[in-house]
Every structure is written in structure tokens, then in C-alpha cells.
């Protein structure tokens, strides 16, 4: 809803540079720390101890990924989901996950995780209104965008695994903002951990929110992007 006119905005004075890169120069490129909207949610220590499981709680929702030119990653993200049927039963899910990054050769991008990943759940209207479980889902994202704006600055786009887009990124720190990249914790639950692509979480991220689509303004926008873009469009 919000985003739209922000990326009409960035149309000027950028150049199409379609085509294929090698992980490490894609790595090089995603590299920072990068959050949505007010960038509240930032990765690192300030809310997550994995640890012992628990988290800090920023001010307001929003999504952060932090990469490495080396092909770490770590994700914070902290939304609420709201119910229709129960419009007073909004839930707050905050989630935390870390690994390595692969760059497909058709420029999507996998987050694999290590495997200590967790999230928090608090739900009002359950028997149980605070949980805590393991979250460590492999995540596809379908293709990924870089806008480089004179004046606005950089723009970071991730599209999930069905296409549609994650809120739009930032860059809020020099570099990567992060925990330790090895293991954080060990625990029984590692050994039952999904693998595989199951990626809900990126689309709950985006229930709600409208879709929109760049297709009509692409070849003007895109400065840097995944290959594998297009095909989602059409
Ligand atoms: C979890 O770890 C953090 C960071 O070490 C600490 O500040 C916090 O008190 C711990 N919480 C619990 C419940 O152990
Ligand atoms: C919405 O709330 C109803 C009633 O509490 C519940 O049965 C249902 O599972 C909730 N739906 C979601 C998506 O949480
Ligand atoms: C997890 O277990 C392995 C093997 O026992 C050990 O080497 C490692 O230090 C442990 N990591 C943490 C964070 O406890
Ligand atoms: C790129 O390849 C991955 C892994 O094979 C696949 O899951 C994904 O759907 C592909 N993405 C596009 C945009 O074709």
C-alpha cells in the first residue's frame, strides 16, 4: 500500500543491468543489515538470545536480514497476525533464524538454517497465550532487487517463494549486524527439524498486506537484481 509510490518515485536515473552473477559478487551486494519500514526490528544482539530462547521486543513490527559477503545470514522479524473471525485475538509472532546462504544459478536465493532458530508466539485467545518452539524452515526466496536511488538511497527487494514481496528493506548499519554464525544451541529439537523448502513463514509475513507488482516500470527500476524476476511477473 505504502510502497508503491516510493518505487514510482525511484524510476529516475537508473539502468537496467539484467543478468547473471556469481554468489560471491551477489553476496557482496546483499551484504549490511537491512529493515523495514521505521526499522525497528534489527538483527544482532538487541532482542534475540538464542541462547536461552527468549527475546527482546522492539517497538514496532517489522522484518530485518543481515548478510555477510561471505554467505551468512540472520533474520529477525516481528509481526502481528490479525483474525477476522475474531477481530480482538491479534497475534504476535516474533522469530529468529540464522545459517548460510545459497545463490541459485537462477539468482533466487535459499537461507538455510543452522538449526537454532526460534520464535515466540503470543496468542490471547489461547489456553496457552506465550509459546516458544523451534522454528528452522529453509527459506526460498524467488529473486531478490536493488534499487540505487541518489536521493532516496538504497532500496533492498525480497521476493518470497511465491513471488510476492517482503516489505521493502534499508540499509541500517555499516555492514552486517549479527550474532555469532556458528550454532548458538544445542537441543533435542534439532534432531526432528524440517528440512526442506516450507518457507511458510515468508508468507505469513505478507498475509494482508496488497500485492503489487513492478512488471509495468521493471526495465526502468531494476538496477541490480536475481535473475529469474521476470517469469514471476507475467
Ligand atoms: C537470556 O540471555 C540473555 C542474554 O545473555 C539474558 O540477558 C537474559 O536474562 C536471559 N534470560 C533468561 C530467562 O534466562
Ligand atoms: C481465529 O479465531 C478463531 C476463534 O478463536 C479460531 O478458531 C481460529 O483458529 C483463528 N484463526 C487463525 C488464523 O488464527
Ligand atoms: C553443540 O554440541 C557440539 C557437539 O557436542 C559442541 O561441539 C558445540 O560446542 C555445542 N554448541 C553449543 C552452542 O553449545
Ligand atoms: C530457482 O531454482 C530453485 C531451485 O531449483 C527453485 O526452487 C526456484 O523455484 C527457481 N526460481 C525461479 C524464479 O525459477
Redesign the pocket.
Known sequence: MLFTPLILALVCAVVPAFGQQDSATVMQTLQGTWSSGSGAVITGPMYANPANKTFGFPKNTGVCYSFTSDGHFESLRYRYNSNGTAPQCITGVILWIHGTVTV?????L?LNPLMDGYQQIQDPCAAVSNTIEDYNDAE?Y??WQMFNDPTLGTELLLYS?DGSPVAPLRPVANGPNMLPTQLLRNDSAQATATAG?TTQNALAMNNGRRRWSVSGTMGALTVVFGV??G??LL
Open positions: 541459485e544459478s537462477n539468482g533466487s535459499v526460498l524467488q529473486a517463494f523448502l529469474g524476476l517469469s514471476l
